[in-house]
Each structure stands twice: as C-alpha cells, then as structure tokens.
C-alpha cells in the first residue's frame, strides 16, 4: 500500500482514529495516538519493541507495558491488525467498518496492502456457521511479492 502524500495518509489515519473513539465513547490519549502514529509511519510491519525506541527518541523512555497497552487498545477500536507471522502491527485502512482483514505482505519491500473480499468474507462466515464455530477475528495474511516488486525482476 502505497501513497502519493504519507504525511496525509498519517493524518487521515489519526482523523479516523478520533472519530471512531469519539462515537465509542473511547478515549484516544496522547501515547496511544503516538503509537498509532508510529504504526502508521511506514506501510510495512512495526513490532512494539521498534515502537518502544521509537518513542523514546522524542523524550522520556517509554516502558513495555506502556506501549502494549496502547496497541491492546488499537486493536480493539479496530484501528490496526496484528501480523501473526510477523508478530508485528500495521494500520487498518478502513476502521469505520466491519471487514474481514486479507493483508498482502511483499517478502521483498515489506508493503503490505490490505484489502477485503466480500466472497472470501462469506466463505469464512460459511465455514464458521458449518462448524459451529464463534469467530472472534479473523486476518488472513499472504507473502509474496508486490506487483512492484514483481516487476522490477
């Protein structure tokens, strides 16, 4: 996932942020808007311990539990996926609404592209429904290659 102005792209980000947390009646405080900053300051997978060095450079050390929590809060405003593979995070391009996460991550420049896929969605939810299961969530992640990168070999 690429675009033309990062710096909007953060911002807009963190306009989402506000006013999902805003109607949840959440409340996105300074630490967790930085850390999501941080997540959100490269399209490729952040892990919490590059946050933590991260946002200590701009002050006062910032402890573990600290950043943790920030990203446990993340995640459930549905603000950022976790990366299982990658035990890692990135930002959720569309948090305003109910999706099933399918993040594309290129093992050569480490973009990764989310996008969501309403026929995939329904076979998961077919699957679940079959077998009784209660989904709580659900990321499917691919490795391979971009298309950019793809093409440049």
């Known amino acids: 996932m690429s675009c033309a102005n990062h710096d909007q792209c953060i911002d807009d980000a963190l ?6 947390c805003a ?6 405080t300074p630490i967790r808007r930085d850390v999501l900053r941080e997540v959100w300051s490269s399209h490729e997978a952040t892990k919490a311990y590059d946050l933590i060095e991260r946002l200590s450079r701009h002050g ?6 600290t950043v943790y929590r920030a990203l446990d809060f993340l995640l459930e405003q549905g603000l ?8 890692a995070f990135v930002g959720c391009e ?12 290129c093992d050569q420049c480490g973009d990764i592209l989310e996008e969501d896929n ?8 077919e699957l679940a429904h079959q077998t ?12 391979g290659l971009c298309r950019a990168c793809r093409t440049a070999h």
Do not use: C, T, Y
């Open 94 to 105: 569309h948090p305003q609404e109910p999706h099933q996460a399918i993040l594309l991550i």
């Open 60 to 65: 006062d050390q910032v402890k573990p539990p």
């Open 23 to 28: 109607r949840s009646g959440a409340r996105l």
């Open 132 to 143: 009784g299961f209660a989904a709580r969530s659900a990321v499917i992640e691919l490795r």
């Open 80 to 87: 950022i996926h976790r990366i299982e593979s990658l035990n």
């Open 118 to 125: 309403p026929a995939v969605r329904a076979a998961l939810d």
């Open 15 to 20: 306009a989402r942020a506000e006013a999902i």
